[in-house]
RNA sequence: GCGCCCGUAGCUCAGCUGGAUAGAGCGACUGACUACGAAUCAGUAGGUCGGGAGUUCGAAUCUCUCCGGGCGCACCA
């Protein structure tokens, strides 16, 4: 509602500039006056242009507002401060258009997105930095796919890395287990799993294993360990190649930690369409599409001189101005360039993910081989192989493409980008977004409870960084399974006469919504300084306590017999809402309202800047806004009965407008709780 | 050495394209359960927005500089 006015009001003072002062501006500011007595809407416009103009702001505001003329939607414009215009709305017609059913949201955006996130390597159990990383990611496309996109979720799969091989040298060179009993390993985790839950399953087993291996490298003699060094690379190797031993290990190993992966993040609601893996970027020989393209282009130039000698190199992004300072000085060879493939002919990380982005825009010329893989229960989730199945969906050809990627990575994420622009593809690569956000660490407080034994030195910090290679952080499932343990006795005892099956489904929901949440009110650009303290409260500003305030509106309704859709519908007959909305008395119901009006434009705000804690944020705001006006106004004993119809009308609309906030937050809106 | 991020209340964080009196939660203190559930609400205390300079009618926000903290800058993946 709110974002349909602003639109409205903006056309309406562009037109007014054009007409008045013959100025086209694009963009007109509009911002949320600090107090609703200074109106809805405000606009510095008039400040902004006293220059360009040579007037006194208040001047030109005072034409503006007398130009503007009647606006609909609008009661009235002001001209305040130093030269705002404030704008009023007709609180009772707005109010009017929140309570209306939702229009279809039209799906004229045919922008077709591609977002990647997870992405775990398949060597060990998830922990809380990949959690962060996929309900971040999954939360942005539930609100790309709200706004009208049409998106794909990869979660792509890096199984022949270093970290696979580790866990492989692992099984065979320090448990020395052969293929047989690898698989009969992950046959009995399975099975325990089922019944003892994560801690037996083999995503864990192997957490320990990639530990004790990691260490394993450095604890012999320097004699073993150099043996032990080349052990971990000529086993990388033979994964790399296929078709032998040490390959099948590390297939089965990846295969099964990666499902292991799907069930914890299902946990969450998290799903995904597709599951592209660098064995088959490998096999299917993606590169050497993307290296003609990138000699032909002109990207990779190859190296006669210097450290680089021999290998094909790309100017890194902003070391392009340099270069052509350079151009009267002695020509002398770009030491900073990227390697992008190797004098011995291999091809590094960034060069494998160039052809890879090139495939997501479709402009590599090669496709992947699909079957499927985990079902969920309304779709299914496929992996990709070097022959699929002729029957399967489309995958690739997207228009933008967003990857969830901790900061960490924006360096070679800006090599790709500038790779497709050096390729002349700078559509695609202007729709290329690094969704960067920073790490989760655990703080010194933190670790020593988990029984980590810490430096001097890590005490001081404020945080520390987790690590996988030692086996330092949170499991995913652990802290999962320790939220449900937390708010179970809360439930039971609140929810004492309800059966064991729907405390314990309640339960879920809490835990799963004080997780998702605690994730995602933070920006991305802050560090989590992971607590358990405040990672399992429930209260203040939580997951739970929004739920709660859906769980109150539901007990209104339920306690009164009524139904909070026809309610709503209600209001629409009501003579005359005015008198509800104005008034000192009323402020506080009228700022309801409008924030309930909100959800659209918070929206598109979350979409433009690919932030969602913005909703995060207005979903808590709603939810504290009714708790407010839930103590000061007694709906049910409300004796006048427009006046009660009125206030149902208002717990109607918020609760709609909390659980549609909480579903695209990927948060469960309970029953009771 | 180069690049990116961060520094706002005791703690954890918001503060949107510069705009009106810098906001939440937690913690502390005071008060509210005989009314739709107190996982709640009302109130009090707590800030020279890291320091300095600049741009501007106007800066927490933009520029520069310094200080402090973090993370990247391989022919590893």
Not at 13 to 19: F, M, T, Y
Not at 55 to 80: H, N, T
Not at 331 to 345: F, L, M, P
Not at 647 to 655: E, F, G, K, N, S
Request: with cysteine; glycine share 6%; hydrophobic share 40%.
């Amino acid at each position: 509602m709110v974002l349909e006015l602003e639109k409205r009001l903006a056309q309406r003072l562009r037109a007014v500039l054009k007409e008045k002062y013959a100025l086209d501006v694009e963009n007109i500011p509009l911002e949320t006056p600090p107090d609703l007595h200074l109106g809805e809407i405000a606009t510095p416009i008039a400040l902004q242009l006293a220059r360009t103009l040579r007037k006194a702001p208040k001047i030109i505001a005072q034409e503006i507002v007398a130009a503007l003329g009647s606006v609909e939607g609008f009661v009235r414009f002001e001209v305040a401060g130093a030269g705002y215009i404030n704008a009023f709305l007709d609180r009772a017609e707005a109010a009017q258009v929140v309570a209306a059913p939702a229009a279809q949201i039209s799906s004229k955006r045919l922008l077709h997105a591609m977002v990647e996130h997870t992405s775990i390597n398949p060597n060990k159990a998830a922990h809380i930095g990949h959690l962060r990383n996929a309900i971040l990611g999954d939360t942005f496309v539930r609100l790309l796919r709200a706004a009208g996109y049409k998106v794909d979720v990869q979660n792509y799969i890096d199984n022949t890395g270093v970290q696979v091989a580790d866990v492989v040298v692992g099984f065979l060179h320090v448990e020395k287990k052969s293929v047989a009993e690898v698989r009969t390993l992950i046959a009995v985790c399975g099975d325990l799993a089922k019944i003892e839950g994560p801690k037996a399953a083999i995503d864990y087993y192997c957490w320990d294993l990639y530990a004790n291996t990691s260490q394993w490298y450095t604890s012999g003699s320097p004699e073993e360990n150099e043996v032990r060094k080349k052990l971990r690379y000529s086993t990388l190797h033979a994964i790399e190649q296929g078709n032998n031993e040490t390959a099948e290990i590390a297939d089965l190993i990846s295969t099964a930690v990666l499902r292991r992966h799907l069930e914890t993040m299902l946990r969450l609601d998290i799903e995904y369409d597709f599951l592209p893996r660098e064995s088959e970027i490998l096999h299917l020989k993606f590169w050497e599409s993307a290296f003609e393209k990138l000699k032909q282009s002109g990207v990779l130039y190859f190296e006669n001189e210097g450290k680089n000698k021999g290998c094909w190199v790309m100017t890194r992004p902003g070391a392009a101005a340099e270069s052509v300072q350079d151009q009267d000085g002695p020509k002398g060879t770009d030491e900073d360039a990227k390697v992008i493939v190797r004098s011995n002919g291999t091809v590094t990380y960034v060069g494998k993910d160039i052809a890879y982005h090139l495939w997501k825009f479709g402009l590599l010329g090669r496709d992947f081989g699909y079957n499927p893989f985990f079902t969920y229960p309304d779709h299914e989730c496929w992996i990709s192989s070097v022959q699929g199945q002729e029957i399967h969906p489309q995958f690739g050809n997207a228009t933008a493409i967003y990857n969830v990627i901790d900061a960490r990575q924006s360096d070679p994420q800006s090599n790709v980008i500038q790779a497709l622009r050096g390729m002349g593809y700078t559509e695609q690569a202007d729709h290329y977004t690094h969704f960067s956000y920073e790490m989760v660490a655990l703080t010194p407080r933190c670790a020593e409870e988990l029984g980590y034994s810490i430096s001097d030195e890590d005490k001081k910090k404020s945080y520390i960084e987790v690590s996988g290679r030692k086996g330092f952080g949170v499991k995913a499932d652990d802290l999962i399974d320790k939220l449900i343990e937390t708010v179970q006795p809360l439930v039971d005892e609140k929810q004492a006469s309800s059966p064991e099956p729907v405390r314990r489904e309640i339960a879920r929901q809490i835990a799963i919504g004080a997780l998702r949440y605690f994730m995602l009110k933070v920006t991305r650009n802050s560090v989590i300084a992971f607590d358990f303290k405040d990672a399992l409260s429930f209260e203040g500003e939580t997951g739970p306590y929004i739920q709660y305030a859906v769980v109150r509106i539901r007990n209104i309704f339920r306690k009164g017999g009524m139904d909070p859709e026809a309610e709503l519908a209600a209001l629409a007959e009501l003579a005359e809402i005015g008198p509800y909305l104005s008034g000192e008395e009323n402020e506080d119901i009228w700022s309801l309202w409008l924030r309930a009006g909100r959800r659209s434009q918070v929206l598109e705000q979350c979409i433009a800047t690919s932030e969602p804690a913005y909703l995060a944020k207005h979903a808590f705001q709603l939810a504290q806004e009714f708790a407010n006006f839930y103590h000061r106004h007694h709906i049910l004993t409300e004796e006048d009965p427009a006046r009660k119809t009125f206030l149902l009308a208002t717990a109607a609309v918020t609760l709609r407008e909390l659980v549609a906030s909480l579903a695209l937050l990927g948060i469960e809106s309970p029953e009771a709780m």
